[in-house]
């Protein structure tokens, strides 16, 4: 591929697919050097996703094989079966992690999709808090933080046109 062709941006990448977040010249949309920090945020976020999607799906697991270990509080209003649950929670995490897999490959369409699962992520969290609530709060401070990296910084490594 020539180098040298006038309005064509050429991007080398280090052991990585085109369009990775994963470069040592990442330009923006508009054509300027991408901030490190943006950069950073955005590999911290999907990392992030992986994490958080694999503890939802772990913890989704333990309520399908283990009922016992969580104990629901009385008069709850989304007082359902731990098995249901469990499976909530294992079908979100596998999704959200495979979207931060997505997202750390620099796909314009996982910054969507990670916002999305991220915002269904922590409301499914939000209405688990009664059967354990560290760790659904910290389910939740992930996923915000998620949301925060790819909606301030994910516009700044858009594949080039």
């Not at 590999?43 to 994490?51: C, G, Q, S, T």
């Not at 359902?80 to 796909?107: E, K, M, N, Q």
Request: hydrophobic share 60%.
């Amino acid at each position: 591929m020539p180098a040298f062709l006038p309005g064509v941006m050429v991007r080398s990448v280090i052991c990585a697919e085109e369009g990775s977040a994963v470069s040592n010249d990442a330009y923006s949309r508009a054509g300027r050097q991408t901030s490190g920090w943006a950069v950073g945020f955005i590999m911290f976020a999907a990392i992030m996703m992986i994490m958080a999607g694999v503890f939802q799906a772990l913890e989704g697991l333990i309520a399908i094989f283990k009922n016992e270990f969580f104990v629901a509080t009385r008069n709850y209003l989304f007082q359902f079966d731990t098995t249901t649950w469990g499976w909530i929670h294992l079908v979100i995490g596998v999704v959200v992690a495979f979207a931060g897999w997505g997202l750390l490959s620099g796909r314009t369409w996982a910054r969507a999709v990670a916002i999305t699962l991220a915002v269904l992520s922590a409301i499914a969290n939000f209405l688990f808090i009664p059967y354990y609530p560290f760790w659904s709060l910290l389910i939740i401070a992930l996923n915000v933080f998620v949301i925060w990296a790819v909606a301030a910084h994910g516009g700044d490594l858009r594949e080039p046109v």
